[in-house]
């Protein structure tokens, strides 16, 4: 392990802790297809998709826990929202994370390129007047937040990812959730999703250790710098930012597909 290849692992985990901070994604969006193509291409490691989907794993889970500490003061945190979503989620990551072993690498991109389009979809939906209402009177469906949950915990938890960039569209677009309390809930509740991805991953044997542990340290400096940042930027730019983020994604990832 040399120093190129610890310097490419820490930017890229730099760059994705930093994002899932200021966006309130876990990060996986970004580091997953950055991990799979960057070390090929600089020659410093070739990863599986499964290997891939086992480090990411373990960048959300600590990326998520920076974010949801800079943003643990100022209302942002919904309990009732992050208590029915959370739940849900764990128990589909939990499954789809183990269930993951039994899908050939092409089948865990083409589910990764479909999630990604879904979510971009979403992001361009108007969101009309969703940041006027006050955080402490923010009302949502209890059980259709926990149903859609456990739907995006299954499928997260097969590509190694919190779920974060589905859960962010369906809090602004089905929810009604204000941006800033969006952005926060999710990362808590991502959290609690990467327990379960990350249980199941390191169970069945797909985590590259050296590599995982060095993007943990640069998610812990980076997502609460993320947070911080978004604290600070205009909500429309954030919801413009996360929607062309998931949308080159998405058309990166589909590219390769085909």
Not at 87 to 107: D, K, Q, V, Y
Not at 145 to 159: R, S
């Amino acid at each position: 392990m040399d120093i190129i290849f610890i310097i490419t692992i820490f930017l890229i985990g730099f760059v994705g802790s930093f994002i899932s901070g200021l966006l309130g994604i876990g990060g996986a969006i970004i580091n997953y297809p950055m991990m799979l193509y960057i070390p090929a291409a600089f020659g410093v490691a070739h990863f599986t998709a499964h290997e891939v989907s086992g480090i990411t794993a373990l960048q959300v889970f600590f990326a998520t826990i920076g974010g949801v500490w800079a943003y643990r003061k100022g209302g942002y945190l919904n309990k009732t929202l992050i208590t029915y979503m959370g739940i849900s989620i764990l128990i589909g990551s939990f499954a789809g994370g183990f269930g993951s072993t039994h899908l050939s690498e092409s089948s865990v991109n083409v589910i990764y390129g479909i999630l990604a389009l879904i979510a971009a979809i979403m992001m361009f939906i108007p969101k009309k007047g969703i940041d006027d209402v006050r955080l402490d009177e923010v009302k949502f469906n209890k059980w259709l937040a926990a149903l859609l949950a456990l739907l995006v915990g299954l499928a997260a938890g097969i590509v190694g990812a919190g779920g974060a960039f589905l859960l962010v569209p369906i809090m602004l677009v089905v929810l009604k959730i204000p941006t800033r309390m969006t952005i926060a809930t999710s990362l808590a509740i991502t959290f609690i999703s990467s327990i379960g991805t990350a249980i199941g991953k390191i169970t069945t044997g797909q985590v590259e250790y050296w590599p995982a542990l060095i993007m943990i340290v640069a998610s812990i400096i980076a997502a609460p710098l993320g947070a911080k940042a978004g604290k600070k930027m205009n909500t429309k730019i954030l919801q413009i930012i996360l929607a062309i983020l998931i949308f080159v994604t998405a058309i990166k990832i589909w590219m390769d597909i085909l």
